[in-house]
């Protein structure tokens, strides 16, 4: 999110000023194309892709032979940053949304939701977030959580992901995002920011380190900022989480996640596969054997 002051037109940061998001000259007409949400799929299991798959055998078929890679430099002359980010929420996908609470200084509440985010440990819970912008030009949400050094992160599922993705507007500053999305703030028990009701699963955090990017072809411009967060506090629905408090069920979570542009994606399917263990039955199979022995 970006804010200013209220009595201006809401400004966008140098990057959401080049991305161009939405491909469409016309949304409305394209989603009117489509076919409607298919809301009788359910969470279920398939069969891995290749459940016959030998060690050593490598790619499932041989496709991705027919093609070669293509080298490109992120910080070539003729390359703008815009380039990277627009193929990197491409490629790094599907990506984890932080819809993150706030409040500023002040007491303002800020709701906006982040797709450069996700966990990097368990004991303590860490949590990152990315900011587009640096210390200087921040967003309202990094702003807040720089200032006062407690946020709230919620999953998204899909029965509110369009009032999370309204509160992504560019509104002016002192614009409530909870009032505009109409989602059902709740007290937390640790950090001021409250968490959102409809979430299935949210995370009271503390920060614990930021750090600010600089561009490779101007460092004297910040462009991001890295919040690394705490998890103090963990709050899951009754019915979505298992007795033991441990896991959660995907086919009640309905998780959403975001692709390149500005495209979600839904969670409906998954496959299992054990992690292979090196005990001594799989050193002696005769292609294991063959490959060690090579």
Not at 23 to 37: I, L, M
Not at 69 to 85: A, L, M
């Amino acid at each position: 999110m970006t804010h200013n002051s209220s009595n201006e037109e809401p400004k966008r940061f140098g990057l959401e000023n080049q991305v161009k998001r939405n491909p469409h000259k016309d949304f409305g007409k394209v989603e009117a194309s489509r076919e409607p949400f298919e809301t009788d799929v359910v969470w279920h299991y398939t069969k891995i892709p290749k459940t016959d798959w030998v060690p050593g055998t490598g790619a499932n078929d041989n496709e991705w032979s027919k093609y070669e890679k293509i080298s490109i430099d992120p910080f070539g002359e003729d390359r703008n940053p815009v380039d990277n980010y627009k193929l990197l929420i491409s490629a790094v996908v599907p990506r984890p949304i932080g819809f993150a609470s706030s409040v500023s200084a002040k007491g303002e509440r800020n709701l906006a939701p982040f797709s450069y985010f996700t966990m990097v440990n368990h004991d303590p819970p860490i949590f990152v977030i990315g900011f587009s912008g640096g210390r200087g030009n921040p967003k309202d949400t990094c702003k807040n959580v720089l200032e006062t050094g407690e946020v709230t992160i919620n999953i998204i599922s899909e029965w509110f992901v369009e009032a999370a993705n309204f509160c992504s507007t560019n509104s002016p500053h002192g614009v409530d995002e909870w009032k505009l999305s109409g989602l059902t703030p709740v007290k937390s028990n640790v950090v001021k920011p409250e968490h959102v009701k409809e979430s299935a699963f949210s995370i009271e955090g503390k920060l614990i380190h930021s750090h600010e990017w600089k561009s490779k072809k101007d460092p004297s411009r910040a462009t991001g900022t890295l919040c690394i967060i705490e998890g103090v506090q963990f709050h899951a629905r009754e019915d979505v989480i298992n007795d033991d408090l441990n896991i959660l069920d995907m086919a009640k979570l309905k998780p959403v996640s975001r692709l390149g542009g500005i495209t979600y994606a839904r969670t409906t399917q998954g496959f299992e596969k054990p992690r292979p263990d090196y005990t001594k039955d799989v050193q002696e199979k005769p292609e294991v054997k063959k490959l060690i022995e090579e």
